[in-house]
């Protein structure tokens, strides 16, 4: 009897200790206080930036280094919707998202004209584009940007304690939800493909992968997620500019740099990379631009020396696996590691 | 009528600017397959040395040419060769993050050292002398020697690539590394010199660029657009290609500006979009990417 199994000894263990941080990060709001509910809602944004990222680069090889597009255009589109046509915020997140996610489709189909690394570039002048169209909008600021007015904020909920973990639970949730849908997708059918994509595309397509087309998919999706995550941080922010709206170093840079260190093209790699960050981040954010310039330096020195990232590293030499992803033939009953 | 004459003609002439950081870009490309992320800030970096030649010399910006140029070129070579060097092979991902590192560094490094203020290159003169082409119509002697110094800069590579050993060697590596190889090609030393190349190219687009406007260590992001923008329009691996797409760019620029100040970059990138959804290849295209 062989048979394919996802779940290894790891895996199981990985998956009783996320449930444990899961159930520990749902209820922060009653033991931790509102500084650090702050960072941890933060940080639960940026864990979904990178995994969307990590799915994008790391895995369909769709390169951007312009998603800040989709978490301004997120960011906008919450706006616009709350204080032009009168929407719920927390209403407003989704159909930011959905509005981006078909905006994405002909943005997708212009952008693939481009390959690899030209396509990074193009990414970056559509969010530069989207930049100076928000920076035009003047029912939204210009290019000084806007506050969401007090009587919306208010509106929310009673009182701030209860927006603080509206919001928080909200940004934990969309973390959740697309950790959740990235494991389903690696582990469907189109995941078989992806992986097969991300280890040799034109292996892939010899096999009869359709590329172009599951790209297509992984592009409207992140811009999806994207876009959602984007309504929420500036949700938090209560104010938004074009420029901390689009800016490439918020959205992008941080977001490779946190991929690139957790470990890309592995699921667990943006979660283990945000932890890493923000214990720099809260370290080291004195030094100001030098911080930047180290940040640099790790980012090329991890890429040319441990490619996989630091999780990469453990996790190949240990054969862990924090998700039930890799598929495993078994032929008896023991499952076999090594071979994926 | 005349106005508008004069409009695209001054956006001709920047479009010789944007053009020279087009050239070193494509040129990289061609050769290694590697597309710079840090291109801009490199032009920016072009610019701090000028500065700094020109605040300790005493000379003027057009002369400090001849030792900036070198610099560049000569860190042009070294980071090839100790850095991205290592990054080449078939996956796109090293070279395009290590080349995001280098550009946060060079930015983040010049904010360290020259602190976020505006400078410019004070070139004299010059920078106000102008010559009349038509009744009511004149240009500076600046852009115009902007705009030749460009024309000389992609003839003068024209002439390497399909002239010299080394253009040889340039285009023989370009086509089949490994059998460039075998033929006695020292890949790595190539590499560096096309890296040193396109850095001298850009040490002449940073001088002209810090002449011509105020410049910062953040705007480098944008230069690397420009030039991006005008080597897809003007077609991969076209160096004549990549001129025309440069001017298309500045002209684009130029008339934007002229209908409201908001729209001058804008209209450049919309004319960009709109050639990439009609002519994906760009106008004047010679390799498939």
């Known amino acids: ?340 | 009528m005349i106005h508008w004459l004069n409009v695209i003609l001054q956006g001709i002439l920047v479009g010789g600017l944007y053009a020279m950081f087009a050239a070193g870009l494509s040129l990289i490309f061609g050769v290694m397959r590697l597309v710079n992320i840090a291109h801009g800030d490199l032009i920016v970096l072009a610019a701090y040395v000028a500065l700094v030649v020109t605040n300790s010399l005493g000379i003027d910006p057009l002369t400090s040419l001849f030792l900036v140029v070198p610099i560049m070129a000569a860190i042009g070579y070294v980071l090839q060769r100790g850095l991205l060097n290592f990054t080449l092979g078939d996956d796109l991902l090293p070279p395009l993050l290590v080349t995001f590192g280098v550009s946060i560094i060079i930015q983040n490094g010049l904010l360290e050292l020259f602190t976020a203020d505006s400078r410019k290159l004070q070139a004299g003169q010059i920078e106000i002398e102008t010559v009349q082409m038509l009744q009511g119509l004149w240009v500076g002697y600046l852009p115009l020697i902007q705009f030749f110094v460009a024309i000389a800069v992609i003839a003068g590579l024209q002439i390497l690539f399909y002239r010299t050993a080394l253009g040889r060697a340039f285009r023989a590596t370009s086509d089949d590394q490994p059998v460039a190889q075998l033929m006695g090609i020292d890949t790595r030393h190539v590499f560096a010199m096309a890296m040193a190349l396109s850095l001298a190219v850009v040490a002449i687009a940073g001088v002209f660029l810090a002449v011509r406007a105020n410049f910062d260590p953040a705007i480098g992001p944008a230069r690397l657009i420009f030039g991006f923008e005008a080597v897809i329009m003007g077609g991969l691996g076209s160096l004549w290609g990549t001129l025309a797409g440069g001017i298309i760019l500045g002209v684009a620029q130029a008339i934007g500006a002229e209908l409201d100040p908001g729209w001058q970059v804008l209209a450049g990138h919309v004319v960009f979009l709109a050639i990439l959804a009609v002519r994906p290849q760009g106008l004047f295209p010679k390799v498939s990417g």
Not at chain 1, 160 to 189: C, H, K, P
Not at chain 1, 312 to 327: H, V
């Open chain 1, 1 to 340: 009897m062989t048979r394919v199994e996802h779940a290894t000894r790891s895996s199981r263990i990985g998956l009783a200790l996320i449930a444990v941080g899961l159930i520990a990060l749902m209820l922060a709001p009653y033991w931790s206080d509102r500084a650090t509910l702050r960072l941890l809602a933060e940080m639960s944004t940026y864990v979904t930036l990178a995994s969307l990222w990590n799915l994008l680069a790391g895995y369909a090889g769709l390169v951007s280094v312009g998603q800040q597009a989709y978490v301004g255009l997120g960011g906008y589109l919450l706006f616009w919707l709350a204080i032009i046509l009168g929407v719920h915020p927390i209403a407003a997140v989704p159909i930011a998202g959905v509005v981006s996610a078909l905006l994405s489709v002909p943005v997708a189909t212009l952008m693939f004209r481009l390959r690899g690394a030209y396509f990074a570039i193009g990414t970056w002048v559509m969010a530069e584009v989207f930049r100076l169209i928000a920076s035009q909008l003047s029912t939204l600021g210009g290019g000084s940007g806007i506050s969401l007015p007090a009587a919306i904020v208010i509106a929310m909920a009673p009182s701030r304690q209860a927006r603080d973990f509206e919001i928080y639970w909200l940004a934990l949730g969309i973390t959740v939800i697309t950790l959740v849908a990235i494991v389903a997708l690696l582990r469907s059918r189109h995941g078989l493909a992806l992986t097969a994509i991300r280890d040799n595309e034109v292996a892939a397509q010899s096999n009869g992968v359709d590329v172009r087309m599951v790209k297509f998919l992984v592009y409207v999706l992140t811009a999806f997620g994207t876009a959602m995550t984007g309504a929420v941080i500036f949700l938090m922010k209560l104010r938004i500019s074009p420029d901390t709206a689009f800016s490439v170093n918020d959205w992008t840079a941080f977001v490779i740099f946190i991929t690139v260190i957790g470990g890309i093209g592995r699921i667990e790699g943006p979660i283990i990379g945000t932890v890493i960050f923000f214990a720099l981040r809260e370290t080291l954010a004195d030094l100001g631009s030098l911080y930047l310039l180290m940040m640099g330096a790790v980012a090329i020195v991890i890429m040319l020396w441990a490619p996989k990232g630091l999780w990469g590293l453990t996790a190949e030499r240990l054969g862990w696996q924090a998700l039930p992803l890799r598929r495993y033939l078994v032929t008896h009953s023991v499952p076999t590691r090594g071979a994926p």
